[in-house]
């Protein structure tokens, strides 16, 4: 009878359903999300040693690439004579801009202050503006007024608008091309509104491509003028970084692809009318063009030497927004082209193997589905099944490698390390979302919301301590109720590992239920007004 009443009991009952139902979906979780481990440590440690072999090379032999140093351009106050053509060709800068009242003028002033002969360049301001009033003036008059300013000193400068957002950036883009003057350029350097170009920027790219026919893009990489606002910039910055020092490194040292950035960036007229040109049809029309671009043979070169000053986005809700457009886009691209990849008879079978395998399918959507699936997920529940185990190697040595890996490019912020593990497993709760979205192209698929901004305000309003509470109770948009859920859900696991658990996987787990929390209450960031 005690047997009896013992085999019949909850917690046996319990047991059965988990060695029945739970432990064997578990276990082919963990073995999927395993083999998908060793796809993404096996890229990285690829594209580690890909970058560190450009830089060895990059000091005994440069870029690879011709340069050689321009002459000085005829004096800006009195031209002897007019630039020769063949040297100094035509050059178009584009800055599209939305609603950059704080930014406007820090992006204008630099790209007209560029060093170039002033009748072999032109400005272009895209204003899609629609914020009704800003100090009681038109952010549309705001920036116009700029631009007749700098019309004024002599600047050939252009002011453009158009009566509708299609298309977004790449509709401005495609729309600031279509006009006469902008078909006479030759080259094309695009900015975004919070980006500052030193004023040497095109005396040092353009050599690239005058002596270069077959690259369509020189890319320069980003430096961030608020990284050390707050925790949650610099571990942005370390991600960033490692993206231009591994991603973008590696992919043009071994001419396989790198996207284009979508800013900071030079490129060849020819080239992006013979791939089609701007195409709004996803969320990173700038990562599209470069698709295409290069199933088209065209070569890309990243020059990391040259940096361009911009500002990353402070406040979580900005950051979430920008995610979730850069992931859902990518993985929304992967869908439209992948076939297209498959049945391109122009380029070799090494660069469509890197489209489609490494930079789509393992970077864009590998990766952000796994960080959540495995770390946030599979790995909790786990500790409540005692059936099943993980082995170490994908417990503890992959994840290790990864986060060493990414440590090795940036030596400066080690110890944040911890602190970027853990807001990264946070992030991977949007970014898996974000690439689902675009995979199956849901109805957020094309969603696009403008990254903040706030300018000069980064000097004076935003220096505060790196983990400085932020008031989330002042207004409910501050608070984050999905990772506030996945908080609970983590606590429950560690909570169980820790009384009845034989996993010990509750001190992980109780950190990350942390971090949740933190996040999802709004402790992150800087401050923002409430909407």
Excluded at 86 to 102: D, R, S, T
Excluded at 121 to 136: E, Y
Excluded at 454 to 482: H, M, N, S
Aim: net charge neutral; with cysteine.
């Amino acid at each position: 009878m005690a047997s009896s009443s013992s085999s019949s009991s909850p917690a046996a009952w319990a047991s059965a359903v988990r060695a029945g139902a739970v432990a064997p979906a578990l276990r082919a979780a963990v073995w999927a999300c395993l083999a998908m481990s060793a796809m993404l440590v096996a890229e990285a440690a690829w594209m580690g040693l890909a970058s560190l072999a450009a830089a060895a090379a990059r000091r005994l032999r440069g870029y690879g690439y011709r340069w050689e140093p321009m002459a000085a351009p005829p004096d800006v106050e009195a031209p002897a004579a007019p630039a020769p053509a063949a040297e100094f060709p035509m050059v178009l800068v584009q800055i599209p801009m939305y609603n950059e009242k704080e930014v406007y003028k820090l992006s204008i002033g630099a790209a007209c202050a560029l060093t170039w002969p002033p009748d072999r360049i032109i400005i272009q301001v895209l204003d899609d503006s629609t914020d009704p009033f800003v100090k009681f003036s038109l952010v549309q008059e705001l920036v116009e007024l700029e631009c007749k300013e700098w019309a004024s000193k002599k600047i050939n400068i252009k002011y453009e608008v158009r009566n509708n957002r299609k298309g977004y950036k790449a509709g401005a883009l495609r729309k600031g091309m279509e006009h006469t003057y902008a078909r006479q350029c030759d080259f094309v350097a695009i900015f975004d509104a919070d980006f500052e170009p030193e004023s040497d920027f095109l005396l040092k790219t353009m050599p690239y491509l005058l002596h270069n026919p077959k690259i369509a893009l020189v890319q320069t990489r980003w430096e961030f003028v608020n990284y050390n606002v707050c925790l949650m910039t610099r571990i942005q910055k370390m991600s960033l970084d490692y993206h231009f020092k591994v991603e973008q490194e590696s992919g043009s040292f071994m001419h396989a692809f790198f996207g284009f950035n979508g800013t900071a960036g030079v490129w060849r007229m020819s080239a992006i009318n013979q791939s089609g040109g701007w195409k709004d049809r996803t969320t990173v029309e700038d990562m599209d063009l470069a698709v295409r671009a290069s199933l088209k043979g065209w070569e890309f070169l990243y020059v990391g030497d040259i940096r361009v000053k911009s500002e990353l986005p402070s406040t979580f809700q900005a950051y979430r927004h920008q995610q979730h457009r850069w992931t859902c886009g990518a993985a929304n691209l992967f869908r439209k082209m992948a076939w297209e990849i498959i049945t391109n008879k122009e380029v070799s079978m090494w660069k469509k193997h890197h489209l489609l395998y490494s930079f789509f399918f393992v970077r864009r959507a590998i990766a952000p589905i796994l960080t959540f699936l495995f770390y946030c997920i599979v790995i909790p529940l786990s500790a409540m099944v005692p059936e099943v185990t993980i082995p170490v190697w994908g417990l503890v040595y992959i994840p290790t490698a990864i986060t060493i890996m990414n440590a090795i490019r940036n030596p400066g912020s080690v110890h944040l390390m911890p602190f970027w593990i853990l807001f990264e497993n946070v992030m991977a709760m949007h970014r898996m979302r974000a690439a689902l979205s675009g995979l199956l192209e849901t109805a957020r698929a094309n969603d696009w919301v403008v990254t903040e901004k706030v300018g000069d305000q980064v000097k004076d309003e935003l220096d505060v301590p790196l983990l400085e509470p932020l008031k989330p109770t002042e207004c409910a948009e501050r608070i984050y109720i999905p990772e506030l859920l996945l908080a609970l859900y983590l606590l429950i696991c560690a909570s169980y590992d820790f009384v009845l658990g034989n996993h010990k996987y509750y001190i992980y787990i109780y950190l990350q239920a942390v971090a949740f929390t933190v996040m999802g209450f709004g402790f992150v960031g800087t401050r923002t007004p409430c909407s």
